[in-house]
């Protein structure tokens, strides 16, 4: 028996409320409160406080801010992770930054290394340089964000983790190329892959479906989320990851390469 072999995670989808950050952690907090005790993990969607805004000027938070604030207590008061992507300024420069917060208030992060150009992201956001994977009750977990799905080498899976996560905004137009990603990044990595997408519709006409989703390390969706379900809870079991890696070792014959970042 692994240790910490089952991870009981919710995910959430739901309608960003435009550029509105209390309206957001409101619902939020209603959401939250209906979770059973037993989750040790939770995940929202990519600028889960304002929607995907170019106008990070007038909504950019510090490391201290009122949202940070608010995920650690809602991470200690429930003795959980949370994370999620919202807008940080450090150093004169707005990141979209993947934040995750252990139960004891303890914070890692991953700033989104790919910028999505069609909406002019590079022109607004600074981009990662970094890599993070993070660990937590024995998972080692890789922090992505929206776009990066498109660029498999970013999320080669060279550090044999467990759990690929990525929080997105991702548009109806577009929600094949999701559905099919995931299942992807989940089988070239034998990973488990979650993705959790928002639904409803942006001040730019933008419709988001959800489809978030659960994969297996075979590509089996499991848990997929639409707009009727905006909550979804799931346990994931490491010892079956484990032994399908153990009977089919292609992890050991990946390519070896440095990335130039």
């Known amino acids: 028996m692994i240790s910490n072999d089952i991870?009981?995670?919710?995910?959430?989808?739901?309608?960003?409320?435009?550029?509105?950050?209390?309206?957001?952690?409101?619902?939020?907090?209603?959401?939250?409160?209906?979770?059973?005790?037993?989750?040790?993990?939770?995940?929202?969607?990519?600028?889960?406080?304002?929607?995907?805004?170019?106008?990070?000027?007038?909504?950019?938070?510090?490391?201290?801010?009122?949202?940070?604030?608010?995920m650690k207590s809602v991470a200690f008061e429930k003795k959980c992770a949370i994370a999620g992507s919202i807008i940080i300024k450090e150093n004169n420069c707005f990141y979209n930054r993947f934040v995750f917060v252990y139960p004891d208030k303890r914070i890692e992060y991953y700033d989104k290394r790919h910028l999505f150009s069609l909406a002019s992201e590079e022109k607004v956001y600074e981009k990662g340089v970094s890599k993070k994977i993070v660990e937590f009750k024995n998972w080692k977990i890789n922090l992505q964000i929206c776009y990066d799905l498109r660029f498999p080498v970013w999320s080669r899976n060279s550090n044999n983790y467990d759990l690929l996560l990525y929080v997105a905004n991702w548009p109806d137009k577009r929600i094949k190329h999701w559905d099919i990603l995931l299942q992807a990044r989940a089988i070239e990595n034998m990973s488990y892959c979650i993705g959790v997408n928002r639904i409803g519709k942006d001040i730019n006409d933008h419709q988001y479906p959800g489809h978030s989703n659960v994969i297996d390390f075979k590509g089996k969706p499991l848990a997929q989320l639409n707009e009727d379900n905006n909550v979804k809870l799931f346990n994931l079991v490491k010892t079956d990851l484990y032994k399908y890696r153990a009977n089919f070792k292609f992890l050991e014959d990946r390519d070896s390469f440095n990335l130039e970042v």
């Open 7 to 70: 991870l009981n995670i919710a995910l959430i989808e739901y309608d960003i409320k435009w550029e509105d950050p209390t309206s957001n952690i409101n619902y939020l907090e209603k959401k939250l409160n209906n979770l059973p005790n037993q989750i040790e993990f939770i995940i929202l969607p990519e600028m889960f406080t304002t929607g995907f805004t170019m106008n990070a000027a007038n909504y950019a938070e510090s490391m201290n801010g009122k949202t940070i604030k608010w």
